[in-house]
C-alpha cells in the first residue's frame, strides 16, 4: 500500500483497499435488488459517490444493468428544458450500449411534437425496457444541481413516480428502478406533494465510518506506524469518521511517520501525537490549508443566503451551548445537517466531530453574527465615537427588534455594551418622563392637601379645646411621619443616582482596563500604559473601597491588566521547585497543621515529598513506569498512586507500602480518596472506574465511560463520585458505584474534573478549551465559558469555592470567580497541572501553584488591589519617571526597588 490509496476528495476507485463498507452499502445494495426506489441525500464529501460506484459494481456482478448520470456534466445555468432531457436521454443510451439499436439523435428529432419529458418517458418504455431484458438500476448523482436550473423540474420527478406506479398495469417496470444521490432535502427539489417520488422511496442513512467498520484503514498505517489501531481510533475521534477528513488525517498521519529500513515508527503516546497533527495541519489557519476545500463548503453552505444565515447561526449556537439539541424536520436543522457540520443520531443534534467543534467554535458564530446584525451601522458609528454619540443608541422599536434578534445567540462584549447603553438610556429617558408624571402628581397632591387642610381648620375652631388638643397632638405625629416619608424619598433617589453613577463608572473602568492593556501588549509606549494603569486602580479603589476579594469588584479589567503589565515587567520569581526530572502530579496534604506538605510524581516513577517553601523532604520509588497521579488520604497518613504500569499503590507518607490496586485493564490516570479515608477510587484507559477499600480489595467496577477515564474524584462530603474521560462525557456516581447522571456539551475528551469544597458544584476543562460548571446532585448545567484557545489541562476550585483555576496548552494559568470572570492570569510554558495550596488560617494571602512538565514548581501569589498599587509604584521607582509626577501617582509609596 502506497499513502497515495488515502485519497482526499473525488470517489474512490472501484478497488480502491482504504474502501470502509458501511451500512449504508448493504441497505442500499439490498433496497435496489429488492426494486425499491432509494435515495441518499446526504452533506458532501460524507462518500455518496464512492458508495454508489461500489453498489454498481456488486449489481453488475449480478446480472443487473446499471446507468450513471452525474447531473452537473449535463450541466444547469446556460442549458435549456430540452437540452436537459437530451442529455439525459443520451446518457441512458449510452451506458446501456445501445448504439445498435437506435440512433438517438434521429430518435430525438423525429419527436419534437412531443414534450421533452413525454421523449423521455417513451424511451424508457420503448427503447430501453423493450431493448435491455435485465434489472436496471438508474443512478442520477449531484440531484441537487437541479436547483440551479431556471426552469421547473417537478415533471421529472413525477415521471419517476410514475415508473413506478405503472409497476402493477406494466410488469415490465418492474425490471426498473432509481437511485437519486445529492445535497438536497426533497422539500428543497419538489414542493408538490402528490407528484413526489420521496413518498414511496426509501432514505438511505449514511454515517461517518464506525471504529468496527474502519479497519480497510489499517493496513496502511501499520507499514509505517506502530501501534496503528490506536493511531486510527485517535484519527476517528477527530474526524467522528466523516470519510473526506478520515482520508485526510491517515494521509497527514502517513506524511509525518518518520520511519527508516522498513521498519514502522513506535508513537508511545498515540492520541497526544494525532491531536497535535489535526491542530496544526488542519484546524490552525484552516483557510489556507483546506485544500481540497471541505471546511470552506461548510461555511459557504451557512452564510451564503443572508435571510436565512442567522437562524441557521442561532440554531447551531444553542448546539454548541446546550451539547445537543431535539431534533427537527425544519429547515434550519436539515440545512445544518446538509452543510455536514451536525449530525442528528438518537433524534438529537449534535457536533459531527471535534474539528468542526474547533473551527466553527463560539468565537466564530459570535463574529459571524456580529457581521449579521441588524444595528451594524449603529454600533459602528457608537464604536467610532468613543461611545459618547447617544444619538447612535437605539431607541424604541429599533431596540426591541434588536433584543428578539439577539435571543438565543452568544453576542460579542460590545454588542451586550451596546444593548445595554441603549437600554439604559431609553431607562433614562423613561425616568424622566416617570419624573415629570410625579411632579405632577406632587402638585395635584399639595393642592388637594392644602384644601383639606382648610377644612381641618374650619372644623378645629368649631370643636372644643380638649379635641383641638388631641388633633394637635395627632398633627404632630403626622407631621414626623411626613417627614420621615420626605427623608425616605430623598434617601432613595440619591440611593438610585449613586448607584447610576457606580454603574457608569465601573463600566468606564472596565473598558479602559482593556484597552490599557491590549496597548500594553501591543507594544506601545510600556510606560504611560502602566501610569494609567495604576490611576485606573486607583480609581476603582476610590469607588469601591479596598480589600474586597477580587471577584466583588464591580470592575475587574484594570485590577487584571495591571497584575498581568507587572507580570512581565518584573523578573520572574524563583520557581518554588526545579526538579531535574519530569514531574507529571502534584498533591497538597491537608493542611491540619502549620507544617504543610506537598507531593509530587514523575515520570521516571518516583514520589517526592516538599514543604511548602520548596525542600525536599524525602522520595521513594512508587512505580517502574510513569506516575499519572498522586493524591493525599484526608488524614495525610497516606498517599496513593496512579501509574502506567496499570497499577495503583498505597502508601504511608514515609514510602512504606500498603497495598496494591489490581484489575484495570490498561493504564490507571487517577486516584481519589474518599473522606472516609478507607476507600478510594481509580480510573483508566480501559473505560472503568473502580472503588477499592484501602487493603486492596475491590467493591465495585464499573463501566463508566465508552473511553479511558482520565479523572476520577471523590467529594469533600465523601457522598459522590465524578468522573470524566476521553469520550467527552461526564458522570456523577453515588460512593457505592449507582450512577446518577450523565453530562455531555464538551467537544471532545475532557481532561480534568473537580469538586468545590462544599461539595456544591463540579467543574469540568478539555481539549475544546471551555470550562464548564454543573450543579451537583442536578442534570443542568450551571454556566461554561471559553477558557483556553488552546486545552485545559487541569482545573482546581480555590478551598473556599469561590474561584476556579485552570491551565491550558498555551502556556497560561488562569483564575475564574464561578460567574466566568477573568480575574489572573499567569504564564509558565508547558503546564500540565495546577493547586491551590491549602490556607493554615483565613489570614493566609491566596496563592497559586503550577507544574510544568520540565519538573519546575511555580509558586504564584494572588494579589488584591492595594498590592498591586504598592507593586506597580514600585515598578514606576525604577524608571525615570520625575519624582513629582511619582508622588502624585503614588502619594504614599517611596520609590524602592522591586522584591523579585
Not at 225 to 233: F, G, K
Not at 803 to 815: F, M, N, P
Request: glycine share 8%.
Amino acid at each position: 500500500m502506497t499513502q497515495s490509496e488515502y485519497q482526499v476528495g473525488g470517489s474512490l476507485p472501484v478497488n480502491a483497499s482504504t474502501y470502509v463498507r458501511r451500512q449504508a452499502d448493504e441497505d442500499l445494495f439490498q433496497g435496489l435488488k429488492k426494486g425499491e426506489f432509494c435515495y441518499v441525500l446526504n452533506s458532501r464529501q460524507m462518500g455518496k459517490s464512492s458508495l454508489r460506484v461500489r453498489t454498481m459494481q456488486r449489481l453488475e456482478a449480478e446480472g443487473y444493468a446499471c446507468v450513471a448520470i452525474d447531473l452537473t456534466r449535463i450541466g444547469s445555468q446556460q442549458v435549456t428544458l430540452e437540452q436537459w432531457y437530451a442529455g439525459m436521454v443520451r446518457n441512458i443510451w449510452s451506458s446501456l450500449n445501445l448504439s445498435q439499436t437506435v440512433n438517438v439523435r434521429r430518435w430525438w428529432r423525429d419527436r419534437d411534437s412531443l414534450t421533452p419529458i413525454q421523449r423521455l418517458s417513451e424511451f424508457l418504455e420503448t427503447v430501453v425496457l423493450a431493448s435491455i431484458s435485465q434489472p436496471i438500476v438508474i443512478f442520477i448523482d449531484e440531484i441537487d444541481s437541479i436547483l440551479s436550473l431556471n426552469f421547473a423540474i417537478d415533471d421529472f420527478f413525477a415521471l419517476i413516480r410514475a415508473c413506478y406506479n405503472q409497476r402493477v398495469d406494466h410488469p415490465a417496470y418492474q425490471r426498473l428502478t432509481f437511485s437519486l444521490l445529492g445535497v438536497a432535502t426533497p422539500s428543497d427539489l419538489i414542493q408538490d406533494k402528490t407528484r413526489t417520488p420521496f413518498n414511496i422511496g426509501r432514505a438511505i442513512e449514511l454515517f461517518g465510518f464506525k471504529t468496527e467498520e474502519a479497519w480497510p484503514l489499517v493496513p496502511g498505517l501499520a507499514e509505517k506506524i506502530d501501534p496503528a489501531p490506536e493511531v486510527l481510533a485517535a484519527i476517528l475521534h477527530w474526524t467522528g469518521g466523516q470519510p473526506f477528513l478520515t482520508q485526510k488525517v491517515c494521509k497527514i498521519v502517513l506524511g509525518n511517520a518518520q520511519s527508516g529500513s522498513g521498519e514502522s515508527s513506535k508513537i508511545d503516546h498515540p492520541g497526544e501525537w494525532v491531536a497535535q497533527l489535526v491542530r496544526s495541519r488542519i484546524i490552525e489557519n484552516w483557510e489556507a490549508q483546506d485544500e481540497p476545500e471541505h471546511l470552506k463548503t461548510i461555511r459557504d453552505r451557512l452564510l451564503r443566503n443572508e435571510q436565512r444565515a442567522a437562524q441557521l447561526l442561532g440554531v447551531y449556537q444553542q448546539i454548541l451551548q446546550q451539547q445537543e439539541i431535539k431534533a427537527d424536520d425544519s429547515t434550519e436543522h436539515m440545512t445544518l445537517r446538509l452543510s455536514g457540520l451536525v449530525v442528528r443520531r438518537d433524534g438529537v443534534l449534535r457536533v459531527s466531530n471535534p474539528i468542526y467543534g474547533a473551527i466553527f467554535n463560539r468565537d466564530w458564530v459570535e463574529k459571524q453574527l456580529g457581521n449579521l446584525r441588524p444595528y451594524s451601522e449603529a454600533i459602528a458609528a457608537w464604536l467610532a465615537s468613543d461611545r459618547s454619540d447617544e444619538s447612535r443608541l437605539l431607541r424604541g422599536k429599533a431596540l426591541q427588534n434588536a433584543r428578539e434578534w439577539s435571543k438565543g445567540k452568544n453576542l460579542s462584549d460590545r454588542d451586550y455594551e451596546f444593548l445595554a447603553a441603549s437600554q439604559e438610556l431609553e431607562l433614562q429617558e423613561a425616568q424622566k418622563e416617570l419624573e415629570a408624571k410625579r411632579q405632577a402628581l406632587e402638585a395635584d397632591r399639595v393642592k388637594k392637601a392644602l384644601e383639606a387642610e382648610k377644612k381641618a381648620n374650619q372644623l378645629l375652631a368649631q370643636a372644643q379645646q380638649k379635641a383641638i388638643q388631641r388633633l394637635r397632638w395627632g398633627l404632630v405625629g403626622l407631621t414626623i411621619a411626613a417627614l420621615l416619608a420626605a427623608v425616605l424619598i430623598v434617601w432613595t433617589d440619591r440611593t438610585l443616582k449613586y448607584s447610576q453613577k457606580l454603574l457608569k463608572s465601573a463600566t468606564r473602568l472596565e473598558r479602559s482596563g482593556v484597552m490599557t492593556w491590549r496597548e500594553f501588549e501591543a507594544g506601545g509606549a510600556k510606560l504611560d500604559a502602566l501610569i494609567a494603569a495604576i490611576q485606573q486602580g486607583r480609581e476603582l479603589k476610590a469607588l469601591a473601597g479596598t480589600n474586597l476579594p477580587l471577584q466583588a469588584y464591580p470592575a475587574i479589567a484594570p485590577l487584571l491588566s495591571l497584575q498581568k503589565m507587572l507580570d512581565r515587567i518584573e523578573p520572574t520569581p524563583a520557581p518554588l521547585i526545579a526538579n531535574s526530572t519530569p514531574l507529571s502530579s502534584l498533591s497538597f496534604a491537608p493542611r491540619v497543621t502549620e507544617a504543610g506538605m506537598l507531593a509530587t510524581g514523575g515520570r521516571d516513577g518516583i514520589v517526592r515529598l516538599w514543604t511548602l517553601g520548596g525542600e525536599a523532604i524525602g522520595q521513594f520509588r512508587a512505580h517502574q513506569a510513569p506516575i499519572y497521579e498522586v493524591a493525599f488520604s484526608p488524614d495525610r497518613k497516606y498517599l496513593a498512586t496512579a501509574s502506567a504500569d496499570g497499577t495503583a499503590r498505597v502508601w504511608t507518607i514515609e514510602g512504606e507500602p500498603v497495598s496494591e490496586l489490581k484489575g484495570h485493564a490498561g493504564e490507571i490516570y487517577s486516584v481519589s480518596f474518599g473522606r472516609d479515608r478507607q476507600h478510594l477510587v481509580t480510573g483508566g484507559a480501559d473505560g472503568t472506574l473502580r472503588i477499592w477499600r484501602i487493603s486492596g480489595e475491590s467493591e465495585v467496577e464499573a463501566i463508566a465511560h465508552k473511553a479511558s477515564v482520565r479523572t476520577v474524584r471523590f467529594s469533600p462530603d465523601g457522598q459522590y463520585i465524578v468522573s470524566a474521560g476521553d469520550d467527552g462525557m461526564a458522570r456523577l456516581w453515588k460512593r457505592n458505584g449507582e450512577p446518577i447522571y450523565q453530562w455531555t456539551g464538551h467537544q471532545g475528551p475532557i481532561h480534568s474534573a473537580s469538586f468545590s469544597s462544599n461539595s456544591q458544584f463540579i467543574a469540568t476543562g478539555g481539549a475544546d478549551g471551555t470550562l464548564r460548571l454543573w450543579w451537583n446532585r442536578s442534570p443542568k448545567q450551571r454556566s461554561q465559558w471559553k477558557a483556553h484557545e488552546g486545552e485545559v489541562y487541569r482545573v482546581s476550585f480555590s478551598p473556599d469555592s469561590e474561584w476556579l483555576a485552570t491551565a491550558g496548552s498555551e502556556g497560561t494559568a488562569k483564575v475564574w470567580d464561578r460567574e466566568g470572570n477573568l480575574l489572573a492570569e499567569y504564564s509558565h510554558s508547558h503546564i500540565n497541572s495546577l493547586a491551590f495550596p491549602p490556607p493554615y488560617s483565613a489570614a493566609d494571602p491566596p496563592q497559586l501553584v503550577t507544574l510544568a512538565k520540565d519538573g519546575t514548581v511555580q509558586l504564584w501569589q494572588i494579589h488584591g488591589l492595594n498590592a498591586l498599587l504598592d507593586r506597580g509604584c514600585a515598578a514606576l521607582g525604577q524608571t525615570d519617571l520625575s519624582r513629582d509626577a511619582l508622588t502624585q501617582l503614588c502619594p504614599e509609596a517611596q520609590p524602592t526597588s522591586l522584591t523579585p
